[in-house]
């Protein structure tokens, strides 16, 4: 492959690769190398339309440790507040000699239209509400990390699936991975494609939380949410916020994992946020390293 654009377009042997990858890849940064020389003279471009932290930061100290050339363009301040078209941004980002473009947008599909138009490779990091799939290999990551192989796993994802790339790309990676993934939202934080997902899906966490090997909550969007899909905050948190009393329901040996932002106090407390066996900071940490592992198999790099 030459982009990345969907977990869907992931085999189970070339999500392994990315995976066993990034293991090595972390292997070398246990043993203090902080940067390898493998995409010297490469030039990787951020373009973010939509605000980020985690993403557009692990992209660029991915592409750094590499040894990329690394840009970054973010659209506040660039000439698309001027009406400049996504395809004219990105040709003159070609004409720049880009060898990989990294792009987060707004509207579902960007990543695929930029594709064709840019010779480099193309890396979704989040385009509206389709996909997010760095995300998801560095949440496979983080898993297998913790849990081991991920074959028969018992993955439940909670909470504003409408509006989540998150969820879309975990839940065809995992099923990939053969893990098996239930979905736990209110009926109107489902898609209507929901039948077509492959996942179980519940309307009770409660029931679900004791058989769950990984829990992992999502960011309500309030930025894209409407009286329709959400009522009350405080409705919303009595019945799939992640708390404490909920937290003891997990079995012992079972994480916590979200993928940022939190609304700290909604979806999940604070204390189980921080809790041990919450992910979290591991998630941002194997981001770099999952990032480093896609760009140096798509840049075709050699360690
Ligand atoms: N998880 C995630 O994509 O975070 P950012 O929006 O901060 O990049």
Redesign the pocket.
Known sequence: NRHLISAADLTKDDALLILDTAEELARVSERSIKKLPTLRGRTVVNLFF?????????FEAAAKRLSADVINFSAKGSSVSKGESLKDTALTLEAMGADAVVI?HGASGAPHRLANWVRGSVVN??DGTHE?PT?ALLDAFSMRRRLGNLEGRKVTIVGDVLHSR?ARSNVLLLATLGADVTLVAPPTLLPVSIGTWPCEVSYDLDSVLPKSDVVMML?VQKERMNAAYFPSEREYSRRYGLDRDRFAKMPDDAIVMH???MNRGMEIAAEVADSPRSTIVE??AN?VTIRMAVLYLLLGGEI
Do not use: F, M
């Open positions: 939509e605000d980020s932290t985690r993403t557009r930061i692990s987060r990091a989040g997010h995300q998150v960011r993928p940022g932002p998630q941002v981001g």
